[in-house]
């Protein structure tokens, strides 16, 4: 994965933002909405993308479009450089594939172990029973 070709095809989109900035903020487009083509990019692979679109499904809009957004701090800059870290965190994490899970089942002297400690302590409840004539 080449970090700045991805970033080449990235879209970014200034918005106004909600939240701190007083009257600052009914003035300035601070909020920035990342968005990534996964169908249309040329960095990565047939299967990476059909990888990406089925861990990140939700994070999809109509158009097939990747979108994160950013209004965390009151400076666009700042937010842009936020986005794009989330963005690559979301891409790697959407290529990693699971390990296959191994079956495994308790050892002999395990299972030997629960079964004693399971009669001893039920040989300690029937102890405490009152047993009347």
């Not at 970033?7 to 701190?20: D, N, Q």
Request: with cysteine; glycine share 4%; aromatic share 4%.
């Amino acid at each position: 994965m080449n970090r700045e070709q991805l970033i080449k095809e990235i879209i970014f989109t200034a918005v106004r933002s909600s939240g701190a900035g007083g009257q600052h903020v009914n003035k300035t487009s601070s909020k920035i909405v990342l968005r990534f083509n996964v169908l249309n990019s040329s960095v990565l692979t047939e299967d990476e993308k059909e990888l990406i679109q089925k861990k990140l499904a939700n994070k999809f809009n109509k158009e097939g479009d990747l979108i994160v957004t950013c209004e965390d701090t009151r400076s666009q800059h700042k937010n842009k450089e936020i986005a794009i870290d989330k963005f690559l965190k979301l891409i790697k994490n959407g290529l990693t594939v699971p390990k296959k899970r191994k079956k495994t089942k308790p050892s002999k002297q395990a299972n030997k172990k629960r079964l004693e400690k399971k009669a001893k302590h039920a040989l300690k409840k029937a102890n405490r029973k009152n047993i009347i004539f």
